[in-house]
């Protein structure tokens, strides 16, 4: 049997890597800029943490797809299937609040759902996560915006679109779950199955449907937009102003449903046309009940995450020129047994002067090491024999120009470190 990556779960090889260090360099510039510090927390937590987040129906954990687990001391543990949760627990458990309003928090790293795989939609993915916590303005929410719009633009990207809606106050959700359930059960039967369990368990969702027969059931209903009573009306149309004012492009949309269902009032997603079905690069909103159902004080917050794989596929599909892989500004050829080691010990001090250097581990005829030295992409190679050895040196050659000069291994640092790179 051949081993093989988990179905769902992929290698990101090196020379994916630099593009990967630039989205999760752009938002630590673009998130720590406005305030925001780093937090790092478990990839797993008590399963309770997710649970807690997502409601009481166990058919609702169920739906998140969560990878849960016990360990040998029986314990239930969760794979996280976002920062969210964990983040508030951890919040939560430092005491966090007592720090000034709002604390601003962002992340990176591994998420696990169990979903089924497709183009942009994996199970194991990785986000970049930003939560503000303690402050109920729709000024908290349109600069939360604002700086999703910003990092995706400090990554390259220039075709990324907001879409803003609400969900709503909780009030406004109890009322238009029973608008739709008043609306569809009597046509339930022509919905697809999972919308007719949504439609049991948190109508809103069958919004999500990307089903053609639900789309053609719902299709004329009103949508939770239409339905806001005044507050969460004038929260939205204040979100709005900041945008506009900011000259953050945005489009309203009425239809906008998150796939947690933790949110209220504020939500958004961020979309890009040319990935696939899965377009949306991130999403978030205000979850201004949270912190409370995990334990911790009644605080509002708001916040959003983007997947970085989305992010990678659509900077692609941007045609911009990838970062071109860092090139080592030495390749040493021992063109003989006695210079395997000093290759390797010049090259090692090198390294310690902070040059990039690489070697061969064997002795090379000269046409075969510089060959060798050219695919590696260096900019230099030094050769060294029986000659160079007597004379306490080494043949440097530059690889771009041909030009070739005796250098001592002393001199080899100054040779180099005035033609390196700046890095
Ligand atoms: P989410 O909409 O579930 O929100 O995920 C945010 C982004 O993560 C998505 O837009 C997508 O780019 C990426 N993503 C989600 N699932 C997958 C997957 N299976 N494969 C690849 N990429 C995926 C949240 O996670 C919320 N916790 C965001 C938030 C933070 N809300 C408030 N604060």
Same mark, same amino acid.
Not at 326 to 341: I, K, N, S
């Given at each position: 049997?051949?081993?093989?990556?988990?179905?769902?779960?992929?290698?990101?090889?090196?020379?994916?890597?630099?593009?990967?260090? /630039?989205?999760?360099?752009?938002?630590?510039?673009?998130? @720590?800029?406005?305030?925001?510090?780093?937090?790092?927390?478990?990839?797993?937590?008590?399963?309770?943490?997710?649970?807690?987040?997502?409601?009481?129906?166990?058919?609702?954990?169920?739906?998140?797809?969560?990878?849960?687990?016990?360990?040998?001391?029986?314990?239930?543990?969760?794979?996280?299937?976002?920062?969210? /949760?964990?983040?508030? *627990?951890?919040?939560?458990?430092?005491?966090?609040?007592?720090?000034?309003?709002?604390?601003?928090?962002?992340?990176? @790293?591994?998420?696990? *759902?169990?979903?089924?795989?497709?183009? @942009?939609?994996?199970? =194991?993915?990785?986000?970049?996560?930003?939560?503000?916590?303690?402050?109920?303005?729709?000024?908290?929410?349109?600069?939360?915006?604002?700086?999703?719009?910003?990092?995706?633009?400090?990554?390259?990207?220039?075709?990324?679109?907001?879409?803003?809606?609400?969900?709503?106050?909780?009030?406004?959700?109890?009322?238009?779950?029973?608008?739709?359930?008043?609306?569809?059960?009597? +046509?339930? $039967?022509?919905?697809?199955?999972?919308?007719?369990?949504?439609?049991?368990?948190?109508?809103?969702?069958?919004?999500?449907?990307?089903?053609?027969?639900?789309?053609?059931?719902?299709?004329?209903? $009103?949508?939770?937009?239409?339905?806001?009573?005044?507050?969460?009306?004038?929260?939205?149309?204040?979100?709005?102003?900041?945008?506009?004012?900011?000259?953050?492009?945005?489009?309203?949309?009425?239809?906008?449903?998150?796939?947690?269902?933790?949110?209220?009032?504020?939500?958004?997603?961020?979309?890009?046309?040319?990935?696939?079905?899965?377009?949306?690069?991130?999403?978030?909103?205000?979850?201004?009940?949270?912190?409370?159902?995990?334990?911790?004080?009644?605080?509002?917050?708001?916040?959003?995450? +983007?997947?970085?794989?989305?992010?990678?596929?659509?900077?692609? =599909?941007?045609?911009?020129?990838?970062?071109?892989?860092? *090139?080592?500004?030495?390749?040493?050829?021992?063109?003989?047994?006695?210079?395997?080691?000093?290759?390797?010990?010049?090259?090692?001090?090198?390294?310690?002067?902070?040059?990039?250097?690489?070697?061969?581990?064997?002795?090379?005829?000269?046409?075969?090491?510089?060959?060798?030295?050219? *695919?590696?992409?260096?900019?230099?190679?030094?050769?060294?024999?029986?000659?160079?050895?007597?004379?306490?040196?080494?043949?440097?050659?530059?690889?771009?120009?041909?030009?070739?000069?005796?250098?001592?291994?002393?001199?080899?640092?100054?040779?180099?470190?005035?033609?390196?790179?700046?890095?």
């Amino acid at each position: 049997m051949k081993l093989q990556a988990v179905k769902g779960t992929q290698d990101i090889l090196p020379e994916r890597q630099p593009a990967w260090r /630039a989205v999760v360099s752009a938002a630590e510039r673009v998130l @720590g800029g406005a305030g925001a510090g780093k937090i790092s927390t478990p990839v797993f937590e008590a399963s309770e943490v997710f649970e807690k987040s997502v409601g009481d129906s166990a058919d609702l954990v169920v739906q998140k797809e969560m990878y849960t687990f016990e360990d040998r001391g029986g314990r239930r543990l969760t794979l996280r299937p976002e920062f969210t /949760a964990g983040v508030m *627990r951890a919040f939560i458990e430092h005491g966090m609040h007592t720090l000034p309003h709002p604390v601003k928090l962002w992340s990176e @790293g591994p998420l696990f *759902r169990a979903e089924n795989p497709q183009r @942009g939609r994996f199970r =194991q993915f990785h986000q970049v996560n930003y939560e503000a916590v303690g402050n109920d303005s729709p000024l908290a929410d349109a600069e939360a915006i604002e700086l999703l719009y910003r990092t995706l633009a400090e990554c390259g990207l220039t075709r990324h679109r907001v879409k803003l809606g609400s969900v709503g106050d909780p009030s406004d959700r109890l009322a238009y779950n029973a608008y739709l359930r008043r609306e569809l059960e009597g +046509v339930a $039967d022509r919905l697809s199955p999972v919308s007719r369990e949504r439609l049991r368990l948190n109508p809103l969702r069958v919004l999500d449907s990307k089903d053609e027969r639900d789309q053609a059931v719902i299709a004329h209903l $009103d949508r939770p937009l239409d339905r806001l009573a005044g507050p969460a009306r004038e929260h939205l149309e204040r979100v709005a102003g900041y945008l506009g004012d900011w000259e953050v492009p945005f489009d309203l949309d009425p239809a906008i449903v998150r796939g947690l269902d933790y949110y209220c009032r504020t939500a958004f997603e961020v979309h890009y046309h040319g990935i696939g079905a899965q377009s949306a690069l991130g999403g978030g909103g205000r979850y201004d009940g949270l912190i409370e159902l995990l334990g911790g004080p009644p605080l509002p917050a708001t916040g959003w995450a +983007v997947g970085i794989e989305r992010v990678l596929d659509a900077l692609e =599909q941007e045609a911009t020129t990838p970062t071109p892989a860092a *090139r080592p500004d030495l390749f040493v050829v021992p063109l003989d047994d006695a210079a395997v080691a000093e290759a390797a010990d010049v090259a090692t001090r090198l390294r310690r002067a902070g040059l990039r250097v690489e070697f061969a581990y064997q002795r090379r005829n000269p046409g075969k090491g510089l060959k060798e030295a050219d *695919r590696s992409g260096a900019r230099h190679a030094a050769l060294r024999g029986a000659d160079e050895r007597g004379r306490g040196a080494w043949q440097l050659k530059d690889l771009t120009t041909g030009q070739q000069a005796e250098v001592t291994t002393e001199g080899l640092r100054d040779a180099l470190g005035a033609a390196a790179a700046p890095r």
